[in-house]
């Protein structure tokens, strides 16, 4: 069963934008926080935003701040990735997770995740 389900990624020219979808079909995760990973070719799995179960705090990486916007609706059980101003090194599947314990930046505190939503940024 999947828990998660990315959905927006696509093909974009340097300089466009993407909303990332994450959904959540099987299980609410409204007590859960929220975060975005992204693993492009020969690459380490990355963070990239978090943001708390309350929607209260946010978290970027810094290759995401000022471009890229986390968001949820609790009602709607959905998380978002904004993405502005998009440059070819963010090419890469993007992943949703869900930590019940907590955002965080490193991976392993993440229990569930999506098949992840590619998204290819052409310059």
């Known amino acids: 069963q999947v828990l998660l389900v990315e959905s927006g990624g696509g093909l974009v020219q340097a300089g466009g934008s993407l909303r990332l979808s994450c959904s959540a079909p099987g299980r609410?995760?409204?007590?859960?926080?929220?975060?975005?990973?992204?693993?492009?070719?020969?690459?380490?799995?990355?963070?990239?935003?978090?943001?708390?179960?309350?929607g209260g705090s946010t978290d970027y990486a810094d290759s995401a701040k000022g471009r890229f916007t986390i968001s949820r609706d609790i009602a709607k059980n959905t998380v978002y990735l904004q993405m502005n101003s998009l440059k070819p090194e963010d090419t890469a599947v993007y992943y949703c997770a869900a930590s019940y314990v907590g955002s965080s930046y490193s991976a392993s505190s993440y229990r569930y995740w999506g098949?992840?939503?590619?998204?290819?940024?052409?310059s």
């Open 28 to 54: 609410t995760f409204s007590s859960y926080a929220m975060g975005w990973f992204r693993q492009a070719p020969g690459k380490e799995r990355e963070f990239v935003a978090s943001i708390t179960s309350s």
């Open 115 to 122: 098949r992840g939503t590619q998204v290819t940024v052409s």
